[in-house]
Nanobody, 125 residues
Framework: QVQLVESGGGLVQAGGSLSLSCAAS????????LGWFRQAPGEEREFVAA????????YYGHFAQGRFTISKDNAKNTVDLQIDSLKPEDPAVYYC??????????????????WGQGTQVTVSS
């Protein structure tokens, strides 16, 4: 059974850091395109970051450059998202997603076939 499960969300003070993790099962993890998206209330789901199959190359949305770091562990079947210097505009439900390997690095939602249930990130001022 295909499954993506995010964890690590919570309430963090502005300027703080948070580490999100997504555990994947049911498919050959090392062959998957992997990405993180986020969705705030009333907003479209937007691209945060994606990572190449090898894990050597990361791709970021315009707002994520410099504060977000995506990484993957093929042995543990996890893809993580580190968020530093959290800002008031960062609160959202953060989702991990996967798709076919040839879509690796994509920033388009429609390129991803499976999604986790999401984890809430809240920032206090």
């Amino acid at each position: 059974q295909v499954q993506l499960v995010e964890s690590g969300g919570g309430l963090v003070q502005a300027g703080g850091s948070l580490s999100l993790s997504c555990a994947a099962s049911g498919r050959s993890f090392s062959l998957l395109a992997l990405g993180w998206f986020r969705q705030a209330p009333g907003e479209e789901r937007e691209f945060v970051a994606a990572i190449s199959l090898s894990g050597d190359t990361a791709y970021y949305g315009h707002f994520a450059q410099g504060r977000f770091t995506i990484s993957k562990d093929n042995a543990k079947n996890t893809v993580d998202l580190q968020i530093d210097s959290l800002k008031p505009e960062d609160p959202a439900v953060y989702y991990c997603a996967d798709g076919p390997g040839y879509k690796g690095g994509s920033s388009y939602r429609n390129d991803y076939d499976f999604w986790g249930q999401g984890t809430q990130v809240t920032v206090s001022s």
